[in-house]
Every structure is written in C-alpha cells, then in structure tokens.
C-alpha cells in the first residue's frame, strides 16, 4: 500500500533524496527481450470488470471502436516505463493506435511521491494529458534521480505552459492526489499489478517493457 502522505508532505518529499539514489531504486519490471513470436500472458482479468469506470476518467488514445484494447499500468519515474514510452509506443501508435486497430488506456501506479507528483501534473494538464506524460518520460533522468526534483519539475511544466501558481495548485490538490492513489490500489487489489509496466491486452496480462516485435505479435494475433 502506498505510505500516507499528505499534499504538503507530498511537496517536500521532493526537495531532498539521498545522494545514492538512482532511477533503479524506484522499481520497475525488467525489460522484456525482443522476439518475434508474441511472449506469454501471465493471467487474465475480466475486460468488463478492467473497463468500469474508476475515480478518474481514463485517458485514452485511439477509437472507442477499436478491436484491441491496451490497458497499461505505468510510474512517472519507472525507466522501463520511460523505455516503452520512448522507444515502442510511436511505432504501436503509427501501426495500429492511429489506424483504429488498437487503443492504449493509460493508468496510474505510482511507486513513489515524485511519480505522483508527475501524474498529478498530467492530469492538471488537461487534454495535453500524454502530451505531458511523454515529456516527463523523456526527461525522467532531469527530474525523477535529481535532489531537488521540485525545481526540476516546475522547470518543465512552466514549459508545458504552468505558471508557479498553478503548478503549487496542482500538486497540493488532495482530492487528486487521493483519485491517482485510488487508481493504483484498484490495480493491486482488482487486477493484480505489482510492477510495472503492466499491460493488459483483451484482459490478458503482460509484464515488463514489451518490445515493439513482442507488442505487435500480441496485437496481431487478436486482429
């Protein structure tokens, strides 16, 4: 279970970390290897059950309609997370989000305050949700190891058109806070999820950083 923290807790806990601290202290699944033969599911969810609605709307690129649906359960300051972001997902976007082949659900699953802090300000951004969810990945290494994560963040969010005001508002929105916390419990509890990334495709469950040759073999299989 997530610690107890409150909004103001959750804002200092940012200021200083130790000085051994590294993006591998924050946890993470290992990085699935590359193959063409689609790798093994390691449990099924009821899809109805996985798609009710939570305590936040879910973000959603792709068609409703879409014939496979990719449930993924991320951190902000996962690597193997930041590792899918970067290098598979706009090759799975081009081959089947934007062909309406596929959609991919972003969840929240939170290890840690700081990847609260960067779900909290995804969410304060609005319809620029993964717009601000790919920024954060690819600048993990900016923010996410770094002492003083705080001025790190507000750096990068005052690009992505926060002000110091409503950066403070964002990250000191308890019902937020609490909504993003209740996601990752609703993951544990409901689903299973204990690492991350955790995909779910058609309700099957897949651990760890899918390569593009694996997600693809997955997906192709079900189209």
């Not at 806990?13 to 033969?37: D, E, K, R, Y």
Request: with cysteine; glycine share 6%; proline share 4%.
């Amino acid at each position: 279970m997530t610690p107890s923290l409150t909004r103001r807790s959750l804002l200092g806990s940012m200021s200083v970390v130790p000085a051994a601290l590294t993006l591998a202290s924050f946890g993470g699944s290992s990085v699935a290897n590359a193959q063409a033969a689609a790798p093994a599911a390691t449990g099924n969810v009821d899809m109805v059950k996985l798609l009710e609605a939570g305590s936040l709307p879910d973000k959603v690129l792709g068609k409703d309609d879409a014939p496979v649906t990719i449930v993924e359960y991320a951190s902000m300051t996962c690597s193997h997370c930041a590792h899918f972001d970067v290098a598979t997902l706009p090759t799975i976007k081009e081959k089947y989000i934007d062909t309406g082949k596929a959609r991919l659900i972003m969840r929240e699953f939170p290890f840690d305050p700081r990847a609260e802090a960067g779900f909290m300000l995804a969410r304060c951004s609005g319809d620029n949700y993964f717009a601000m969810v790919d920024v954060l990945f690819k600048q993990q290494e900016q923010w996410a190891p770094v002492q003083d994560a705080k001025a790190a963040l507000l750096q990068i969010s005052k690009l992505a058109g926060f002000t110091q005001e409503s950066f403070e508002a964002c990250l000191t929105d308890q019902k937020l806070l609490d909504d993003i916390r209740a996601v990752r419990t609703r993951g544990s509890q409901e689903f299973g999820v204990d690492a991350t990334p955790t995909f779910f495709i058609n309700g099957k469950k897949y651990s760890g950083a899918l390569s593009i040759d694996e997600m693809s073999a997955v997906i192709d299989g079900l189209l």
